[in-house]
T-cell receptor, first 114, second 112 residues
Framework: EAGVTQFPSHSVIEKGQTVTLRCDPISGHDNLYWYRRVMGKEIKFLLHFVKESKQDESGMPNNRFLAERTGGTYSTLKVQPAELEDSGVYFC????????????FGNGTRLTVT | GNSVTQMEGPVTLSEEAFLTINCTYTATGYPSLFWYVQYPGEGLQLLLKATKADDKGSNKGFEATYRKETTSFHLEKGSVQVSDSAVYFCALGWNTGNQFYFGTGTSLTVIP
């Protein structure tokens, strides 16, 4: 089966611009998660979708971040306007419905805001 | 609250050396514990896990034991290889909700 794919792999933008990250989960995986790793720090949870519904968005840092998962398939994470502290690696993960389902991670998108 | 603390890197070892990467955690309740690995240019992969106290997770020669009394889950390997060079993340999570807490990651470089 194809893994979790993320696009782009790298993005360099200027402060104040907008960037949209995309995640395609493994087909059939209802759970989709976004995480972020700021340079040298821990990977932190941002939010969790179950199908198209936001189950938990407690980790979203502020209202400059908007995540969607229309139709319950792929997801986008938009940052608008981007700030310097948004730089980091954004990971997406997916899993099947139910407990004990392992997380499958994508390769991440490295975002650099200059 | 819930958190994971792991030893800071980077760690550089010679091939066939013994590896220990320390990980301790703070958690409410009884989470599962995990080690994830990120090889260069790739995503996070589950390396091993343990779901309850005294469980030992093992994979690819790596081992870690869930120690409730010391709230630790140290990663060990008896003889590292160049191909083990990667970033290793300790994490905890629950069976419900799937919300994970990760450590900061430890970069390992193994030299021939």
């Amino acid at each position: 089966e194809a893994g979790v794919t993320q696009f782009p792999s790298h993005s360099v933008i200027e402060k104040g611009q907008t960037v949209t990250l995309r995640c395609d989960p493994i087909s059939g995986h209802d759970n989709l998660y976004w995480y972020r790793r700021v340079m040298g720090k821990e990977i932190k949870f941002l939010l969790h979708f179950v199908k198209e519904s936001k189950q938990d968005e407690s980790g979203m840092p502020n209202n400059r971040f908007l995540a969607e998962r229309t139709g319950g398939t792929y997801s986008t994470l938009k940052v608008q306007p981007a700030e310097l502290e948004d730089s980091g690696v954004y990971f997406c993960a997916s899993s099947r419905e139910g407990n004990n389902s392992p997380l499958h991670f994508g390769n991440g998108t490295r975002l650099t805001v200059t | 609250g819930n958190s994971v603390t792991q030893m800071e890197g980077p760690v550089t070892l010679s091939e066939e050396a013994f590896l220990t990467i320390n990980c301790t955690y703070t958690a409410t309740g009884y989470p599962s514990l995990f080690w994830y690995v990120q090889y260069p240019g790739e995503g996070l992969q589950l390396l091993l896990k343990a779901t309850k106290a005294d469980d030992k997770g093992s994979n690819k020669g790596f081992e870690a034991t869930y120690r409730k009394e010391t709230t630790s889950f140290h990663l060990e390997k008896g003889s590292v290889q160049v191909s083990d060079s990667a970033v290793y993340f300790c994490a905890l999570g629950w069976n419900t909700g799937n919300q994970f807490y990760f450590g900061t990651g430890t970069s390992l470089t193994v030299i021939p």
